[in-house]
DNA sequence: GTACGCACCTACATGCCGTA
DNA sequence: TACGGCATGTAGGTGCGTAC
């Protein structure tokens, strides 16, 4: 699987309003994460359908970026994820109206076989998904590569990058504080120096660092109180991307502003997602 | 060598309060 | 209304002993 693989498709919806207020209640970031792996292997086997996948635990477990080290925890974290995916099962999935007074609510996933000793599992979704998330993705979708997703750690910043990732084509765009307040908290009673403070700051600056794009944002007031932010996406490499550059051009930090970066660094290096880093290719 | 169970630690999420 | 400090509960990650 190369780096290209690891991408998602999203429809502009769920990119728009974010996986997880569309379920009605916030999924944790491992399973949202989980979920949205078991959806780009769905949907890069059989396009734009979504009725049943097969793949290996230890895949999704890997994929993840759960690995097998000294500490002997793999055999942990596959039962883990696999409780994850479970419990997704018993969150239901709910879309609105506009008003709130017609809803349809069911689960992402109907049905889960896992043989832990064969490594081998088996996930129905939901025979509706495909009504909604079905062949609408071929149409408009956002790509989101998962390698940079699955760096980040907080559910802001999970639910951010998809987001981000959907309007990094436009440059810039303004969002009002109430609707990423219902996409970040689920609660638009939340206030906004709780937003900044505990979602919104910590999410961007994970962003940054780990992921290949550069949020930048200002805050536009109606009198004293903040009504929406500009945002500004900008393309730009991850850290773990800008250290293999470094190192295969061997430069040092103080060198790195004075070069124009380039991916040539990349046909030598091999992105191991358990363990999130690059391994550099061995000369054969 | 690997799976499992347990304990511990860290980071995150949340709420409350005081100050400007 | 914005901002920051602090306390508390929880989720996730790590280390290690034991059993198979």
Redesign the pocket.
Known sequence: MTNEDYKLFEANTIAKYGIMPLTGC?L????TKALLYLIWKCNSETPGVFDTVKLRPSELCEA???T?????????????VCD?IQNVMLQPFKICSEDGDKYISFTWIQTMAVD?KNDSMWIRFNTDLGMYFGSELQKSFTVVKLKYLNRL?????VILYPFFCRYAGMGSFNYG?EDLTILL?G?KQ?????L????LL??IE?INTWTDIRVEFI?N?K????SSLSFSIYSEPGLPELESYMEFHQLKPSEVSAMNYDEDWMGAYRYNMAKQKYELLSVS
């Open positions: 916030f944790s970031p491992i399973a993840l970026g759960y097998k080290d000294k500490n002997r925890n793999f055999s942990h974290n596959l039962k883990k994850v832990l750690k907080t559910s802001a910043a504080v908290t609660d939340c206030d906004y120096k709780h900044k403070r505990n979602y910590p999410a994970a805050e007031k009198e004293r109180r903040v």
